[in-house]
């Protein structure tokens, strides 16, 4: 009985995330009667493709994901450089300094961000990068970086120390041990911090308010909340189809770096 089980928990779970994705994807495929009705139907009773239409017609979509898309790769990339020669000094050379800044990390996290915009935004005016979207850049990556140094250093750390004494004893140097044996075990850890980064990147929109005040710079979820009117009316059609193309690259960047997790972890397997 209790592998049917599990499967069952399984299946709800799955159910349970995808009911917001299958909403979506109702919602964007009815007219504006049908949203409006008071008895809300799963399947649209007349699928119609306007909304896409006049997603794409009253905003800027594709440029804002191109945008957003450039932030989000180049946020992941930088997160991934800098957070992983720290993660692997803060594991290996554990010192009081080493604890310090592990605690001062987790401490970072417990302040609201919204406590920093003032700072950042100073500070990118001094740098004259207000309104741009290396700025944003560079913000997002102060925002992950914390979060994503603490995630590297606990895989790092997961790692035995004895393999890279196994390696200096076959002649191997320190930088030749790190790249050729403790590397491909860090694979997984390096993709799930990288696709928490683009994630992190690709939804935020408070610095991105706040960064950017020129609509041809606008990210995507700064373009969709165009859809809400002045007086608080959203335009729910338009809305949800956009939203529905939003997640698509997130989507496509885990279908593409899924196999590379899968490798990862069977060569921490095989190298274990």
Known sequence: MRRPLQYLALLAYMVFLAFPLVWLLSTALKTSREMASLTPSWIPRHPVLSNFADAFAEQDIVGSALRSLGVAVATSLLTIVLALPAAYAMARHRSLLGKLAVGWVLV?????????????????????????????????????????????????????????EAAAVDGAGRVRA??????????????????????????????????????????????????????????????????????????????????????????????G
Do not use: C
Not at 121 to 136: A, E, H, K, Y
Not at 190 to 199: D, E, N, S
Not at 255 to 271: E, F, H, P, T
């Open 178 to 271: 790190i790249v050729r044996v403790v590397a491909p075990l860090l694979a997984p850890g390096v993709v799930a911090t990288a696709l928490f980064a683009f994630i992190s990147s690709w939804n935020e929109f408070l610095f991105a308010l706040v960064v950017l005040k020129d609509p041809g710079v606008a990210t995507l979820p700064l373009t969709l909340v165009k859809f809400t009117g002045a007086e608080g009316v959203v335009r729910l059609g338009p809305l949800a189809a956009a939203s529905l193309l939003a997640t698509i690259p997130s989507l496509a960047f885990f279908a593409i770096i899924q196999r590379r997790l899968r490798s990862g972890l069977m060569a921490g397997a095989v190298k």
């Open 108 to 164: 970072s996290q417990v302040f609201p961000f919204i406590l920093i915009i003032i700072p950042l935004f100073m500070v990118l005016r001094t740098l004259d990068l207000v309104n741009t979207l290396p700025g944003l850049t560079i913000v997002h990556v102060t925002f992950v970086l914390p979060f994503a140094l603490w995630m590297l250093q606990g895989y790092v750390r997961a790692v035995p120390r004895e393999l890279e």
